[in-house]
């Protein structure tokens, strides 16, 4: 039988005061807090679709954890339904509407602007659908070597520049209502095909390089605590939030 195989880890890094990541894996949410060691979850892959989403508070904005808890919450309740692209780019505007409304709508409040960025999937017994709006990621990791399939939501890169802090949209994130286009994407489902998901508190310090050597030689928990302590040695200048979906079959 085929199963899902999440190892999740989710750390405020060393500079900031307050984890404002959130990521949900199947109905299991962890909302802007911490945890000490990763933790590893495995799900039977049968007719309904299992969803793992990761969120990053928007920086600079007020209510960055309420943001990312509100989305993942969301997206976890709706898990099951998740399972084409109209029904999850759906969820996604409505994810987006709720963070404004949530901010006060029209009305200038404490948490106005606030808004958070958000990537994952959806693993389908036959396929992977692949989103993200903002600038957090999802790679994909095979033998051929890391490859990333989310579109960052970022302005261009000067000559020279590896990461940006700047995001072109995001859920929420602005004193006015605007729509979102999430990216979305369906590949096929191999056995045995791992996917990483992160925030930018792992891919800004860590070069893509070192992920894939890290990926190379650890699996599950003890991959994820690696990239996390990776982020840590350059200094955990970010929340670092990791889910690491790995897909297997039980008579493979």
């Known amino acids: 039988?085929?199963?899902?195989?999440?190892?999740a880890l989710s750390h405020p890094g060393l500079l900031r005061e307050r984890?404002?990541?959130s990521l949900a894996v199947g109905p299991w949410t962890l909302c802007?807090?911490?945890?000490?060691n990763p933790q590893t979850l495995v799900f039977p892959l049968g007719e309904h679709p299992l969803t793992v989403a990761v969120a990053d508070g928007l920086g600079g904005h007020?209510?960055?954890?309420?943001?990312?808890?509100?989305a993942v919450?969301?997206?976890a309740a709706l898990g099951p339904a998740l399972g084409s692209e109209d029904a999850l780019r759906d969820a996604l505007q409505d994810c987006n509407r709720a963070l404004y409304e949530a901010a006060g709508g029209d009305q200038d409040t404490d948490l106005t602007a606030m808004g958070t960025t958000i990537?994952?999937?959806?693993?389908?017994?036959?396929?992977?659908?692949?989103?993200?709006?903002?600038?957090?990621r999802v790679f994909a990791h095979s033998s051929d070597g890391l490859r990333q399939v989310s579109v960052d939501d970022s302005p261009p890169l000067h000559p020279g520049q590896r990461t940006t802090s700047m995001v072109t949209q995001c859920l929420g994130g602005s004193p006015g209502y605007r729509d979102v286009e999430p990216h979305i994407i369906a590949v096929p489902r191999t056995p045995g095909e791992r996917y990483l998901l992160c925030s930018d508190g792992l891919t800004d310090p860590v070069a893509?390089?070192?992920?894939d050597a890290i990926l190379r030689e650890h699996d599950d928990g003890r991959a994820a605590f690696e990239l996390w302590r990776a982020a840590i040695e350059e200094g955990g200048p970010d929340n670092i939030t990791v889910a690491l979906v790995?897909?297997?079959?039980?008579?493979a």
Do not use: W
């Not at 990537?119 to 957090?136: E, H, K, Q």
């Not at 790995?246 to 008579?251: L, S, T």
């Open 73 to 75: 919450r969301s997206i």
């Open 208 to 211: 893509p390089e070192a992920l």
């Open 62 to 70: 007020p209510g960055g954890h309420l943001a990312s808890a509100l």
């Open 19 to 21: 984890n404002e990541d």
């Open 1 to 7: 039988m085929a199963y899902v195989a999440v190892s």
């Open 32 to 36: 802007a807090t911490v945890t000490e």
């Open 246 to 251: 790995r897909i297997g079959d039980d008579d």
């Open 119 to 136: 990537a994952g999937l959806v693993v389908r017994p036959d396929s992977v659908l692949i989103f993200n709006v903002g600038d957090s």
